[in-house]
């Protein structure tokens, strides 16, 4: 968003006349303005209408009496290209082009989106081919269909790429406090990057949710990101979809271990963006964040009026990474005073129904259970009975405002939570609002929330101390090529990983080399189709004598012409046989077009794939990132000392991949992947056993 853009997105978000340029949609379009309670100048652009709801109809552009700050356009492809020129002309600030027919209907739309972006200047413009954009906090709509919603006065700023998601979420019965909604549509000019550099600065907004489908272009993402980050304004973004890696990444696990879905995780890891995997769980972190902000921790004080309630929290939680930390006995006495006989003293805690619904009993016992167990965050789960069975509300409100006032009280996030999201009714979730507290609906999707608030408190906290390097993607070429692993090992050993010992000879050369070598040796025959050697009869391991290295010789010649005659060739890699090691890794470094570079960490082996246990990350990263990567994986714990095993250095280990990493983004060849299968990893260091390598030309 150059800055004139940026100057005219403002314009159109809060805009002192709109002009609606259409038929029947533009109509729809002005109610929904009027609705929002939008009381500024409004006029209507239609040559064949004398009126377009109430509004009296100007017949062309040239009767504006002034370029409108904003404009809604719902007409043809052609007329839109031309509209969207002539009110750059005039100077107008943002337009919503509502019209589709653009890129999303093929070679000939997308001819006409060029056209559309050439037409533009220094305009902002949403869409085309999207429902538009709501401001809830200054009460501006250009929004194509009904709309719900409300605004506090701040909340979030929402911004989807699909446009029915867009209006489902403004028409939700979850009391979400909203800022702006934004359907982002084909994105011919603005982005979802331009929204959040953009939202990123307004303090009405307290976090972003982000519905993508697909990111034009990361790098400007991650700073966007990164800079909203900074700000102490969180992201919520959920990915739908997946997208093609390419058919080359076929001959490699990392291929298969690293697609899209894993790319933008640790695009998301890397700049502390919330991920979520449904619509519910985007709102109701959201919501947890815009009226009660991130915890510092994930010490949660629970508490429920059911036994039941209290284990259900706890079970979710202990595979969440949330903690209820247990009662110190020197204050489980001074708490127990506090309450019924019949109590147990635990977090959760169920205070019973003895002091239900008495504010003065059981705001005690709140303030009293916070502090004790230290809490950075607190949750009451609450289900309130049906609209009409109002005998026993009173109750459930004395306890929330109790619930309310001792975390004020103690300085902590509230929330209070329906067990099942329908059982809490509008009227009460406002309540809530009111006392300061979050009204979240559905349990798991209640603590899901908090755990992801915490986390991205220590995320923000890990990345503001060490900001990565900016991404870099560069331009590859046309060509790649397998190097053999000979030359593969040798490129990876100038790199800085150390590689076993060996040479690459002749058939009758093998044995002498083994002599030189030190035996026991592997014997690998070296060819352009033996990209997987093991599965070709390619690899003998363990060989200890001149007769066995002649004897591996011909079996190998046979083993392979048996699956490709063409494969067989008279180059041998001769290696010393590494020591056994701690551990095996997968190390996977490929240059993804959108992402750049992106290094994959997991089990290594011939099970790699069936183990699946691998972590992504984009690169440049630092050397803290590999090393809580490494401790992530499931292998992380023979790395640790498996019964009584010698222990990897992990801060070690990480430094020699780091250096590596930073070797090969130094070099000026894309290398489009490495993968080294198995890494033999040693108390404090590494062994490259096998590698595959592939390069542009």
Not at 269 to 294: D, F, H, N, W
Not at 487 to 503: F, N, S, Y
Not at 552 to 562: E, G, H, I, K, P
Not at 603 to 608: A, I, K
């Amino acid at each position: 968003m150059t800055p004139q853009q940026r100057a005219n997105f403002g314009r159109l978000l809060n805009p002192r006349h709109i002009a609606f340029i259409g038929g029947t949609d533009a109509a729809t379009a002005i109610r929904e303005a009027r609705r929002r309670g939008f009381t500024a100048q409004i006029w209507a652009v239609n040559p064949a209408r004398a009126e377009l709801a109430g509004v009296p109809c100007l017949s062309s552009l040239d009767d504006l009496p002034e370029a409108p700050d904003a404009a809604y356009i719902a007409v043809p492809v052609a007329s839109a290209i031309d509209t969207v020129a002539r009110l750059a002309a005039m100077g107008a600030g943002g337009v919503v082009c509502y019209s589709a027919g653009f890129k999303e209907s093929g070679p000939e739309g997308a001819a006409s989106e060029e056209a559309l972006k050439r037409a533009v200047g220094d305009m902002a413009l949403i869409g085309p081919n999207c429902y538009g954009v709501i401001n809830y906090v200054g009460n501006s709509a250009l929004w194509s269909f009904e709309h719900g919603g409300a605004s506090p006065g701040y909340g979030a700023a929402i911004i989807t790429q699909s446009g029915m998601l867009s209006s489902d979420i403004t028409m939700s019965q979850r009391s979400l406090p909203m800022a702006y909604m934004v359907s982002a549509g084909n994105q011919a000019v603005l982005g979802l990057e331009d929204y959040v550099d953009f939202f990123a600065d307004d303090e009405a907004v307290r976090a972003i949710g982000l519905h993508i489908e697909g990111l034009q272009d990361i790098p400007k993402f991650e700073r966007a990101a990164l800079r909203a980050l900074a700000r102490g304004t969180p992201i919520v973004a959920l990915k739908t979809g997946t997208s093609a890696i390419g058919g080359a990444l076929t001959i490699s696990h990392t291929g298969s271990l690293s697609g899209a879905k894993e790319l933008y995780q640790a695009l998301f890891e890397r700049t502390g963006v919330i991920s979520v995997t449904s619509p519910a769980q985007m709102l109701e972190t959201l919501k947890y964040l815009c009226v009660v902000g991130a915890p510092k921790g994930p010490r949660v004080a629970g508490f429920t009026c059911s036994g039941g309630g209290a284990t259900m929290l706890a079970d979710h939680a202990e595979g969440i990474g949330l903690e209820f930390p247990a009662i110190a006995p020197q204050v489980a006495a001074g708490l127990k005073a506090l309450l019924p006989s019949i109590a147990t003293v635990s977090n959760p805690l169920d205070y019973t129904t003895p002091i239900w619904g008495q504010f003065e009993r059981t705001k005690p016992v709140f303030a009293a259970m916070m502090q004790a167990v230290g809490a950075d965050s607190a949750l009451l789960v609450q289900d309130y009975p049906l609209p009409g069975l109002d005998g026993s509300k009173i109750h459930y409100q004395n306890d929330a405002a109790a619930f309310a006032e001792a975390a004020k009280e103690q300085g902590v996030p509230a929330a209070i939570c329906a067990t099942l999201p329908e059982n809490l009714d509008p009227e009460t979730r406002e309540f809530l609002i009111g006392k300061g507290v979050a009204p979240m609906q559905g349990l798991h999707e209640t603590l899901n929330a908090i755990a992801a608030a915490a986390d991205w408190t220590a995320a923000r906290d890990r990345i503001m101390r060490d900001p990565p390097l900016p991404l870099e993607v560069r331009m590859t070429g046309t060509a790649s090529r397998i190097l053999t692993e000979d030359a593969g090992k040798a490129w990876v050993k100038a790199a800085g990983l150390p590689v076993p010992k060996g040479r690459v000879v002749r058939a009758t050369d093998a044995a002498d080399a083994a002599e030189a070598i030190g035996y026991p040796v592997v014997l690998k025959m070296m060819g352009a189709k033996l990209a997987h050697k093991t599965e070709m009869g390619a690899v003998v391991v363990g060989l200890d004598s001149a007769v066995a290295v002649a004897r591996a010789v011909q079996t190998m010649r046979t083993r392979v012409a048996a699956c490709d005659p063409e494969a067989v060739t008279d180059r041998f890699l001769v290696e010393a046989m590494s020591p056994r090691p701690l551990a095996e890794l997968l190390v996977g470094l490929r240059h993804d077009p959108q992402f750049g570079y992106a290094l994959t960490l997991g089990s290594g082996g011939v099970l790699v794939e069936l183990v699946g246990d691998a972590r992504t990350l984009l690169l440049p990263c630092v050397t803290r990132d590999i090393e809580l990567a490494l401790a992530s994986l499931k292998v992380a714990g023979l790395l640790a000392g498996f019964r009584g095993s010698d222990a990897a250095d992990l801060g070690q280990i990480s430094s020699i991949l780091h250096l590596f990493c930073s070797n090969v983004l130094a070099r000026e060849i894309v290398i489009e992947e490495i993968e080294i299968n198995p890494l033999f990893i040693y108390p404090e260091s590494v062994t490259a056993v096998d590698v595959l390598m592939r390069c542009t030309e």
